[in-house]
């Protein structure tokens, strides 16, 4: 029995030694689990959060605790702000800290490249507390009201520009008949001239009076269908008197009998303009053809009125600025024959506002082509159920 007793003596012990080994070694995890940093549960956003920025027109992103971006719309990525988790934008990054140290919000202005040549966007950012560690920044692109400015003002000095060259030779002229009284072939020649700049300077007056009026104006609201036959035919009469003058052939082939839909008057200018551009710069006794064609562009249906010469042909360079306002690829030429510069804006913007566009082909000594190109009345396309991919060859 003492035999038995000692060994269940030691039998207990050593259980009691394993035990107390397996609490020890539990308490040391136990202890050191406390003493290790928990890993860090990603920040969450409220659905209602996630679903206002969703319907934000201004660019939008919330960032969390650690400069991470938690969630962002399309805007927000389009402007450059950020990529992923990260902000882009080093002047926005200070700002975020800036405003979770500080609890307070902040507004500036900060510029954003696009790269190398792409336009910069100007952009007008808020940054806001959202929380104790969340901040909403929400920015507006500035860029298109800042480049409305910038045309307005160019616009301004430039029409002021333009229009002291008529007034100041009318001036001088009007000096010249004074101080030729008693010259009666004087008196004439000057007369003539005076007559010359006071048309040119009307019909600079006119195109800007028409120019305010279709920025101002919507020609869609007063739209009608228009038979294009119609429309070249009144447009090409407007040029008559000119080609005549200059002994320019004018010729119209293609198919015509195809309706758009807009502002007849407008139009009508759009095509004149081409019309009377091809013919002032282009030599005497030459042609100018307007061809028409029908287009079919991924399923839109589109009519395109070309309008091609064999003059002295524009250079790529000029070819970059030919819509611009005032503009004048042969200032000399344009001058002489009443031109004033805003034929071509003119037809881009009437382009513009009647859902199509207009672009030109050119080289120099070879002639140009502008191709103003309209959508098509559905109606229209029953009595051409075919149309093509190609837009016409260019006639020599």
């Keep these: 029995m003492a035999i038995l007793s000692a060994v269940g003596g030691a039998v207990v012990g050593a259980l009691l030694a394993v035990l107390g080994t397996v609490m020890v070694v539990r308490s040391q995890r136990q202890l050191a689990e406390v003493k290790q940093p928990q890993p860090t549960q990603p920040t969450q956003l409220e659905p209602q959060v996630v679903e206002v920025i969703g319907l934000l027109r201004s660019a939008a992103m919330v960032m969390g605790p650690h400069d991470e971006v938690l969630h962002s719309n399309p805007q927000a990525r389009s402007h450059g702000l950020c990529r ?59 860029t298109p009201l800042l480049r409305v400015d910038e045309t307005r003002r160019d616009f301004v000095a430039n029409v002021g ?61 007063r739209a009608e269908p228009l038979q294009l036959s119609q429309v070249i035919g009144d447009a090409l009469a407007r040029s008559a008197e000119l080609s005549a003058k200059r002994e320019v052939n004018l010729v119209r082939t293609g198919d015509e009998d195809v309706a758009v839909l807009g502002d007849r008057r407008q139009i009508v200018d759009a095509v004149a303009n081409l019309v009377t551009n091809a013919i002032i710069y282009s030599d005497q006794r030459a042609r100018v053809s307007v061809t028409t064609s029908l287009v079919d562009d991924g399923g839109d249906h589109f009519v395109e009125v070309s309008v091609a010469d064999n003059g002295i042909g524009i250079s790529v360079e000029d070819q970059q600025r030919i819509f611009e306002r005032f503009y004048r690829v042969d200032y000399g030429r344009s001058r002489e024959n009443g031109g004033t510069g805003l034929g071509l804006s003119i037809v881009k913007h009437i382009a513009a506002v009647h859902g199509g566009s207009v672009d030109v082909w050119s080289r120099l000594g070879q002639g140009s082509t502008f191709t103003l190109r309209l959508p098509v009345l559905d109606e229209a396309l029953l009595d051409h159920p075919a149309t093509t991919n190609n837009r016409p060859e260019r006639q020599s």
Excluded: C, W, Y
């Design 84 to 142: 992923a988790s990260r902000v882009l934008v080093p002047q926005v990054l200070d700002a975020i800290r800036e405003v979770r140290r500080e609890q307070e919000p902040r507004i500036f202005d900060t510029e954003v490249s696009r790269g190398i040549g792409a336009p910069s966007l100007h952009l007008n950012v808020r940054v806001a507390p959202l929380g104790e560690q969340t901040v909403l920044v929400l920015s507006e692109d500035r």
């Design 161 to 221: 520009h333009e229009l002291k060259t008529p007034i100041g030779a009318i001036a001088l002229l009007s000096e010249a008949i004074e101080q030729a009284a008693d010259e009666p072939e004087a008196v004439v020649r000057f007369a003539a001239r005076m007559q010359r700049e006071s048309s040119r300077l009307s019909e600079l007056v006119a195109q800007i009076i028409d120019l305010s009026r279709l920025q101002a104006d919507d020609p869609m609201l």
